[in-house]
């Protein structure tokens, strides 16, 4: 392959090509999902090809082929060329890249159990262990129970012009259990997943009596809570939620690439006080035993540590090697690709708030009449607009600085800019474990995300009374 992908880059060069990228990438992925005790979807298979990138007179082409064919990949060099010579003769802004410094090497995140090497049937019984917990848990009020699992192994070797030469592999696991409880007319859900870069180990780290009979537990006690009110309340977020506000609200916002198109509320705005002192937002791919851990992005260009806002003020960007070039900045290392079939895009990878000093149940105090919210349970977010809606899984109404009745089908909205400025107490514990799967462009990539507990001093609450 190195020897295949030396020659393309040399070609690459003849043919007058002012940048050249060239990524091959394999996948095994494994998609089991149960539902209401039968094997609902069962998939596992491979996934193969090369993606050919390249920059001429100031323009992209991008070409893909799932043959690993010398002609086939020489054609689909071509292709990649010419869609950039088209292009170019009608782009009046010219694209310039960022340099990067030439890797070479091989990298691998290590796994304890690759999960290719564990049988269908084993993690078939895996998912039925969990599904004995919720039946056993929910008895005659299940509706509907749906458990998801998926593996991936995944590696990319990735050659290019500025000299780099670098084949990286990781793998990930993970597991959602979704429970439907109903009781009369009412219906109410509870959700558990988990998951992060890693081996099958991730799975035998779960106990399932301590983690699907959550997503019962909170799909039962959702029957006999009560609507809110509406209203603008005090409002304490759980970490899940404000992992969801830091990624979804803000963190779309800070890729520079919506930046650079005008399609973000903090355009401009580098060095505005932007929130709350109190709040720094970070960035970072490279944290072990995350859902958004990576080694190097899709560019060569390492995961790392990078500030969006500190103490309020808003710092920076998440760039790849075009929009860094766009700002005469460096890339960040946020230049990722979903696989060979689409180009690297700047993308989120572990996005979280910095913990603060306030014991967590000291968050409650001086709250004559607030709300409490937990777990995330669907939304809408307006990166353009800076507008947000985030339905709560659980919720409480906190009374006199205790957590009173239980709340259901709660949903918060606000504006992004000014939630940030209102927030006024963070608890002092991080947690990140939010594994998710990011679209954007028709790209899925793998990211996390989290925080503290986060008390906001006002924010909108809906409710049905």
Not at 68 to 82: M, R, V
Not at 147 to 164: A, K, P, S, V
Not at 419 to 428: F, K, P, W
């Amino acid at each position: 392959m190195k020897k295949k992908l030396f020659k393309l880059r040399d070609e690459a060069r003849k043919l007058g090509a002012d940048f050249a990228e060239f990524r091959f990438v394999e996948k095994n992925i494994t998609n089991i999902q149960l539902q209401d005790k039968k094997i609902d979807k069962l998939d596992t298979g491979n996934v193969f090809g090369m993606g050919i990138r390249v920059l001429y007179d100031g323009a992209w082409g991008f070409a893909s082929t799932n043959s690993d064919k010398d002609s086939d990949i020489k054609q689909c060099l071509l292709d990649a060329l010419e869609i950039a010579k088209i292009v170019s003769r009608n782009r009046k802004e010219k694209i310039i890249l960022a340099k990067a410094p030439a890797v070479e090497g091989e990298v691998e995140i290590p796994v304890k159990i690759n999960p290719r090497n564990v049988s269908l049937k084993e993690k078939i019984k895996m998912l039925r262990q969990h599904e004995s917990v919720v039946i056993s848990k929910a008895k005659d009020y299940l509706a509907n129970l749906r458990i998801f699992y998926h593996d991936l192994y995944h590696t990319e070797t990735l050659c290019n012009t500025y000299g780099t030469f670098l084949k990286q592999s990781f793998c990930l696991n993970k597991i959602y259990v979704f429970v439907v409880t109903q009781d009369g007319n009412i219906r109410q859900s509870g959700l558990r997943f988990t998951g992060r870069v890693g081996g099958y180990e991730v799975m035998k780290e779960i106990d399932p009596e301590k983690f699907s009979i959550h997503a019962a537990t909170d799909a039962l006690d959702l029957l006999t809570a009560k609507p809110p009110k509406a209203g603008a309340f005090p409002t304490i977020l759980d970490p899940s939620l404000v992992g969801l506000f830091v990624h979804e609200a803000f963190g779309h916002n800070a890729e520079a690439d919506l930046v650079q198109g005008g399609d973000s509320i903090i355009k401009g705005k580098v060095g505005d006080q932007i929130a709350s002192p109190l709040v720094t937002i970070i960035d970072d791919g490279s944290i072990p035993e995350t859902h958004g851990h990576y080694i190097f992005d899709s560019e060569g260009v390492p995961a790392q540590k990078t500030i969006l806002i500190e103490n309020g003020v808003l710092k920076g960007f998440m760039y790849n090697l075009q929009t860094a070039g766009a700002a005469g900045t460096t890339s960040t290392g946020n230049g990722r690709s979903q696989d060979h079939r689409f180009p690297p895009i700047v993308r989120q990878s572990v996005t979280y708030m910095l913990p603060g000093d306030t014991k967590e149940e000291d968050l409650y105090k001086d709250i004559d009449e607030g709300v409490y919210l937990k777990g995330f349970g669907g939304g809408y977010v307006d990166t353009s607009r800076g507008q947000f809606t985030f339905n709560a899984n659980r919720a409480w109404m906190i009374k006199n600085g205790k957590l009173a009745e239980p709340l259901r089908d709660v949903c918060v909205s606000g504006l992004t800019l000014e939630t940030l400025s209102n927030i006024e107490a963070i608890g002092n514990v991080l947690h990140i474990n939010e594994p998710g799967t990011c679209g954007k462009d028709g790209q899925g990539m793998p990211v996390d995300n989290g925080g503290p507990m986060v008390r906001v001093s006002k924010m909108v609450i809906g409710g049905q009374e």
